[in-house]
């Protein structure tokens, strides 16, 4: 059975830092590519970053630049993502997914956790 699940969302205050993690059960990660995508409410869904099946090659929304690091560990079947300097604008729920590249559409999706940024 194939179960991606998220965790570490929370409530911080703008400036502050999360930590996301996604546990990966049912396939070998390290066969994909892994991206954390995100939704705000009234907004659409948009990729937030992605990291290629060996972890070589990155790629973030202009929005999170400098500020999130997505990171995996194949080994583990885990991913994750480090938010710093969050901003009121980063609050949404966090999805992380996996699929063939950054450039398909991801086939594996988790349920999320919400990250809420307020001061």
């Known amino acids: 059975q194939v179960q991606l699940v998220e965790s570490g969302g929370g409530l911080v205050q703008p400036g502050g830092s999360l930590r996301l993690s996604c546990a990966v059960s049912?396939?070998?990660?390290?066969?994909?590519?892994v991206g954390w995508f995100r939704q705000a409410p009234g907004k659409e869904r948009e990729r937030v970053s992605c990291?290629?099946?060996?972890?070589?090659?990155?790629s973030y929304a202009d929005s999170v630049k400098g500020r999130f690091t997505i990171s995996r560990d194949n080994a583990n079947n885990m991913v994750y993502m480090q938010l710093v300097n969050l901003k009121l604008d980063d609050t949404a729920v966090y999805y992380c997914?996996?699929?063939?590249?950054?450039?398909?559409?991801?086939?594996?999706w988790g349920k999320g956790t919400l990250v809420t940024v307020s001061s």
């Open positions: 997914t996996a699929g063939p590249s950054c450039t398909s559409v991801m086939a594996y």
């Open positions: 049912g396939f070998s990660l390290a066969y994909y590519a």
């Open positions: 990291i290629s099946s060996s972890g070589g090659t990155t």
